[in-house]
Structure formats: structure tokens, C-alpha cells
């Protein structure tokens, strides 16, 4: 992937992400509406591959703006990294999800968020 290619990659994520937030939102709403509590609340720990305070910052806010999810908060630790001389900036972010029942799930969820958003912002595409 090329930066020519960039415009085309943040309008696919942001048709993709206001998807997300139409099925979150009936979710909720469904939940909301029928007799009963069918969530099944949950905080989970996600380590995440965001360079940039710019890439963090907004990754939390789209998970904070997703119906039924919620950043927490954020650890930023320097990690040595193995196989490098320098250090790298591991920046873990902690989040609560009313519909997944494990933190695995929410990792996968949210795994999936980073992956588009990265491919989106970063002008080559890449998400390592």
C-alpha cells in the first residue's frame, strides 16, 4: 500500500466504523427496550501497536463513541524490546464492554478497531 492509496483507506474506515456504530447502538437499544438485562459486562487489559499519542488518542475515542464500550483509561511504559537496542513505548489501554462476557473477546474487538484505524491513519498502511 502506498500514501496514494490513503484517502481511499480512511473513507473505507470510517464507512466501516459508522457500521459498527449502527449495530452497537441496536444492540443497545434492543437491550434497553425488551424486558430483562442481557449484557454480560466486562473490563479487559489491551496492549495496543499505536505509535502516537495522535494513533492512542484516537483509538480511544472510537472506542469510547461505540455504543456499549468504554476506555478506561491508559498505561504508557517504556518496554525494552528483544532483538532491538531501543526502547519502545508500550501503551495499554483498558476497557469496559457491556456485551462481551470475557476480556479475550474484547481484545479481539478492539484488536480489530486498531488494525482498520492503523491502516487508515498511517500513509503506508501498515499496522507493525
Not at 480512511?10 to 434497553?32: C, E, H, K, M, P
Not at 499505536?50 to 480511544?60: F, G, M, N, P, Q
Not at 498505561?75 to 532483538?83: E, G, I, T
Amino acid at each position: 500500500m502506498s500514501w496514494l492509496t490513503w484517502p481511499v483507506r480512511v473513507l473505507g474506515f470510517l464507512v466501516w466504523y459508522a457500521g459498527q456504530i449502527i449495530s452497537s447502538s441496536t444492540a443497545v437499544l434492543r437491550d434497553n427496550l425488551t424486558p430483562g438485562q442481557n449484557s454480560t459486562p466486562g473490563v479487559a487489559r489491551v496492549r495496543t501497536r499505536c505509535r502516537s499519542d495522535l494513533e492512542v488518542t484516537l483509538l480511544a475515542a472510537l472506542i469510547t463513541l461505540t455504543p456499549g464500550t468504554l476506555t478506561l483509561g491508559m498505561h504508557d511504559a517504556p518496554v525494552a524490546v528483544q532483538r532491538r537496542r531501543d526502547a519502545e513505548d508500550i501503551r495499554t489501554l483498558y476497557v469496559h464492554s457491556l456485551y462481551s462476557g470475557n476480556a479475550d473477546s474484547v481484545r479481539v474487538e478492539v484488536r480489530e478497531l486498531e488494525t482498520r484505524l492503523l491502516r487508515a491513519v498511517r500513509r503506508t498502511g501498515g499496522t507493525s
